[in-house]
């Protein structure tokens, strides 16, 4: 069974608007981890944001926010004011474990293309 | 702090041929990993390192795959005898030891065809 999923293989967003990118995993680890990444056409992956399990606020990150529903297992990354540069593939993540050693098993999702037109 | 470099950046080969990827972590980091990834879908892991010790390797990396840190510094990803399947992106990734959230520093990728 699928632990990362991300349901929205493409999105569009207008320039200047929010748009959210959804992420629901799967654990039964009381103690893991939740990162969004972004990957532009470039190639390189870029570390967004992260949250743990425990963490009782939800993280945010400049423009960036994570919008954590820990009953429901969903860890949705909001873009606020969205860019052109926003316009790349987005990858939810999770570190099943507290213990940071446990990122060489990242799970991850299929990924979010988002496309922000001017 | 220049990030992580990975050289070539796009590798066109014949099949079986051998490659190999360099990867130059950011200096203070001691943790390196190889990723692959495939049109499609998120990275897979391979392989990773501290310091100049390998401590675990993928099912996904066969015989054909083999990696080194022979310094603790940088690495090498080396595939023998390509073939079409492996054609794919090959990611490095770095991070330091500390902190909880143990984020990973990637490079721009290897992008490797094999015809």
């Known amino acids: 069974a699928q632990k990362i999923t991300q349901t929205q293989p493409g999105m569009f967003v207008q320039e200047k608007e929010a748009v959210t990118l959804d992420c629901t995993y799967d654990t039964s680890d009381p103690s893991y981890g939740l990162f969004w990444y972004k990957q532009p056409s470039s190639g390189e992956m870029i570390f967004l944001i992260y949250?743990?399990?425990?963490d009782q606020q939800n993280a945010t990150e400049g423009r960036y926010s994570l919008n954590f529903q820990k009953a429901r297992k969903s860890a949705n990354l909001v873009i606020s004011a969205s860019q052109l540069g926003d316009s790349a593939m987005y990858f939810c993540a999770m570190r099943e474990g507290y213990n940071a050693g446990n990122n060489r098993k990242l799970i991850w999702g299929l990924g979010t293309s988002l496309a922000v037109n001017p | 702090d220049t990030g992580v470099s990975q050289d070539p950046r796009h590798k066109i080969t014949k099949r079986g041929q051998n490659v190999t990827f360099r990867c130059d972590p950011i200096?203070?980091?001691?943790?390196l990993y190889w990723y692959r990834q495939t049109l499609g879908q998120g990275p897979e892991f391979l392989t990773y390192f501290q310091n100049e010790a390998q401590l675990e390797k993928s099912r996904l990396l066969s015989d054909r795959f083999s990696a080194e840190r022979p310094k603790g510094s940088f690495s090498t990803l080396e595939i023998q005898r390509t073939e079409q399947g492996d054609s794919a992106m090959y990611l490095c990734a770095s991070r330091a030891v500390q902190g909880v959230t143990g984020e990973l520093f990637f490079g721009e990728g290897s992008r490797l065809t094999v015809l």
């Open positions: 949250q743990g399990s425990y």
């Open positions: 200096s203070e980091h001691n943790r």
